[in-house]
């Protein structure tokens, strides 16, 4: 590790390295749903309970593979053997899951589909756990580490809005290229679409590697299963935390993985892909500027408790917005830009206050069991993040049972659905976040104590201590 600080060439390689990571994560995360129940035919029930199970998997893998890679010891570290070798896996393993074979019958495409979803979170968490932890291996602690982690967190919500803006245009374009009819250029270019992301995600990874020079000897901390929920069940605001995290992150992805159906097959059939592309560009862009400008300053008016009711109200009045946009607007894209902002500044401000609001737990924690499990609580965040949306996708699939919502392969253009569809679709995407988030706000305003006031007499409680103990 450079003594002297971080040089310019492994910051730029490290971010580079969660661009490609990302992009991989949002093409699963954004399109696995439509690609196999629209595209490929698959059940949306069996696959919304394929999503759901791969996410609770997750909870047993995620600590296991620390387990291993904490355990490693080879000349070129621990953590950037398995990097490399989980990008390369999932890189083809992605390209495998979105290729599927056309002539294979419905169980069979079903079978397909679970067995390389589920490889595919195996593989990913295989490199996205050392890619994480390998950050005190080739940083000093404290303001370099920090700074390290914002710019990585940063970047890789660009590889997020790089897949989000382009993925729905460049299918079309290179499945339309590759010979593909209407009927079939979307499987065609899904499937190039994920040799694409994949290749680059390889190549961005290898910089990352070749950059980066990590101790081998740097101790990384896991934690089991076991240790995670036995460390929430001592600390309430730590679960009142986790809470807030599933509500908020899965009435997102409720909307989110309908929300390509509404555009498709109720909103604008005929130009729906101009039109949801506009859409995911207003509303990443929305989520960034607003994690950048918006809640620095609000923060300078209000504390970050205040913020985080603010971006309920916001998200609540943007969904009952879009709601009724649905009904009495027809073919007007620009007047849903409205509900985006609303929706997606809120849930923006909200990742950046959870964040903070974990922290608070961790001293909340201390200071009642003696013992700080911030690792463990911070491990469970990306966790939460997962099984949120394996919820929503599993709520999402089910939504598409019931409407009967299916693409016409003999169509030209997709074809509108029916009324009554339509009236499903557009009540699911809307009314099931305006629930969820309710309960969710209910929950947090009547758990969550860890008020500035509060804070500050944890912050003195525990100073006091740590003096006590120093003299005796």
Known sequence: MNKEGLKLSEKIAYGIGAVGKDMVYMLSASYILYYYQDIMGVSAAAMGLILLIARVFDAFNDPIMGVVVAKTRTRWGKFRPWLMI??????????LMFSAPPSLDPAGLTAYAAVFY???????TMMDIPYWSMVPAFTKSGKEREGLSALARSCAGVGSAIISIITVKAVSALGHSLGGDDSTYERIGYSKMALIVALIFIVFISITCLFIKEKSTVDMETASVKEMFSALLRNDQAITMVIAIVITNTALYVTSNLV???FKYDFSPDIWEDNYTLFNVAGGG?????????FPILRKFINSLKIFY???????????VLLVETFFLKE???FLLIPAFLIMSALGMMNVVTTIFLANTVDYGELKNNRRDESVIFSMQTFMVKLASGLAAFVAGIVLQICRINEDKEAAVA???SVSSRMGLRMSMTVIPIIVLVIG???FAKKYILTDEKLEEITNELAGRRNREETE
């Open 86 to 95: 989980g990008t390369i896996t999932n890189a083809v393993i992605l390209y």
């Open 118 to 124: 589920i490889l595919w979170g195996v593989t990913y």
């Open 260 to 262: 390509i159906y509404f």
């Open 286 to 294: 929305f989520q960034i500027l607003a994690m950048m400008l918006l």
């Open 310 to 320: 603010t971006c309920f109200a916001m998200a609540l009045s943007g969904y009952v």
């Open 332 to 334: 007007n894209v620009y």
């Open 415 to 417: 074809e509108g659905i």
């Open 441 to 443: 706000l209910i929950i």
